[in-house]
C-alpha cells in the first residue's frame, strides 16, 4: 500500500518558521522526485518545492529564498523548512511523490489521477496569522 504521511503543520505566527515532515512507504522512494505543494481556498495547486533522488532543488516562485527542501532517502523521508511566513503561506501543504500538476487544478482533483500523477499525501494545515 502506498502511504504518505504528512505531519507538522500547524499555526504560526507572520515572520516566523515552521517544519513540515513527510514519511513515505510503499514504493520506492529513492529513486522518486518529491515535492511540496499547497492548496490555498482560492487558488490552484501551486509548487512549493521539489527534490530529485540526487538532491537537485525547485521551488516556487512565491517561496524562493524563504524554503529549503530536503530528504532522507535512508528513513523515506523528504522535509519542508519554511521562513518569513507570510499570511499568504495560509494552505493546505501535501506532499507528492513523481507527481505532474496541470494549470488550474486543485491539488485534490490532481491528488485523485492516482497512477497518471504520482502519489499524494492527505495534507497537512498550515496557518499564518499577521
Known amino acids: 500500500e502506498v502511504q504518505l504521511v504528512e505531519s507538522g503543520g500547524g499555526s504560526v505566527q507572520a515572520g516566523g518558521s515552521l517544519t513540515l515532515s513527510c514519511t513515505a512507504s510503499?514504493?520506492?522512494?529513492?529513486?522518486?522526485?518529491m515535492g511540496w505543494y499547497r492548496q490555498a481556498p482560492g487558488n490552484e495547486c501551486e509548487l512549493v518545492a521539489s527534490i530529485t533522488r540526487d538532491g537537485r532543488t525547485d521551488f516556487g516562485v512565491s517561496v524562493k529564498g524563504r524554503a529549503t527542501i530536503s530528504r532522507d532517502n535512508a528513513k523515506n523521508s523528504v522535509f519542508l523548512q519554511m521562513n518569513s511566513l507570510e499570511p499568504e503561506d495560509t494552505a493546505v501543504y501535501y506532499c507528492?511523490?513523481?507527481?505532474?500538476?496541470?494549470?488550474?487544478?486543485?491539488?485534490?482533483?490532481?491528488?485523485?489521477?492516482?497512477?497518471?500523477?504520482?502519489?499524494w499525501g492527505h495534507g497537512t494545515q498550515v496557518t499564518v496569522s499577521s
Open positions: 510503499g514504493f520506492t522512494f529513492d529513486i522518486s522526485l
Open positions: 507528492a511523490a513523481d507527481s505532474v500538476v496541470p494549470v488550474g487544478q486543485k491539488c485534490t482533483v490532481v491528488a485523485g489521477m492516482a497512477g497518471s500523477s504520482g502519489y
